[in-house]
C-alpha cells in the first residue's frame, strides 16, 4: 500500500516471533515528508518475514485524542458515527468520524448530517479498492468530500475520520 518503506526494528531470536506483532507510527514517519497532519497514526501489524526484513499490512489508524479534545468546545454540536463498510474488493473496515459545527446545532440537523456522512463514507467505500479507501481516508480527501456537502445543512468547523480498523482477514486466511 504505502511500497517498501524502512519502519523501524523489532528485536526478536526468531523471525518468526515477529509475525503478529504491531508497529504504531506517524504519516510522516512513514513518508519520510514534513507533513502537517502529525495527529494521525497508522497501524501496521507485521504478517510476514524474510530473513531480515519484515513486511507489514494495514489494520487501521487514528487521530490522537488530544487533537479531538482541542476541537470539542462549549455550545458546539460534535456528531460521531461509526459504519462497518465493504470496500470493491471486499475487504471489511469500520470507520468512525466525527464532525463539528460552528454553533449548537438542533436535533434534526445532526440527524441529517449523520445520516450524510454516512452515505458518503460507505458509497465511497463500494466504489474504490482498500488500498485507494486508506489513501483517501489518511490524505484527507474523503474528510473534505463530507464536510463539502454537510456544511450545506449546518456550518461547520471541522470533520474528522477519527478511527479505521480493518477486520475480516482471519476469514480470508490471511
Do not use: W
Not at 36 to 50: A, F, Y
Not at 74 to 91: F, L, M, N, Q, W
Not at 125 to 133: D, F, I, R, T
Amino acid at each position: 500500500m504505502f511500497g517498501e518503506v524502512y519502519a523501524g526494528e523489532a528485536i526478536a531470536d526468531e523471525p518468526s516471533k515477529l509475525i503478529g506483532r504491531r508497529v504504531e507510527m506517524t504519516l510522516g514517519d512513514l513518508t519520510g515528508k514534513m507533513i502537517k497532519n502529525t495527529n494521525l497514526k497508522l497501524l501496521l501489524e507485521i504478517e510476514d518475514v524474510d530473513h531480515t526484513t519484515a513486511y507489514t499490512r494495514f489494520i487501521g489508524h487514528r487521530i490522537d485524542p488530544g487533537y479531538l479534545r482541542s476541537l470539542a468546545r462549549k455550545g458546539i454540536s460534535k456528531i460521531d458515527s461509526a459504519v462497518d463498510v465493504i470496500t470493491k474488493d471486499g475487504e471489511k473496515m469500520r470507520v468512525k468520524t466525527s464532525c463539528f459545527t460552528l454553533k449548537k446545532a438542533s436535533e434534526a440537523q445532526v440527524k441529517q448530517i449523520r445520516k450524510m456522512m454516512e452515505e458518503i463514507i460507505i458509497n465511497r467505500a463500494k466504489m474504490l479498492e482498500l488500498n485507494k479507501y486508506v489513501q483517501e481516508i489518511i490524505l484527507g480527501k474523503l474528510s473534505s468530500d463530507i464536510y463539502k456537502v454537510a456544511k450545506k445543512i449546518y456550518p461547520l468547523r471541522r470533520v474528522e475520520i477519527t478511527k479505521t480498523e480493518c477486520y475480516g482477514m482471519e476469514e480470508k486466511g490471511r
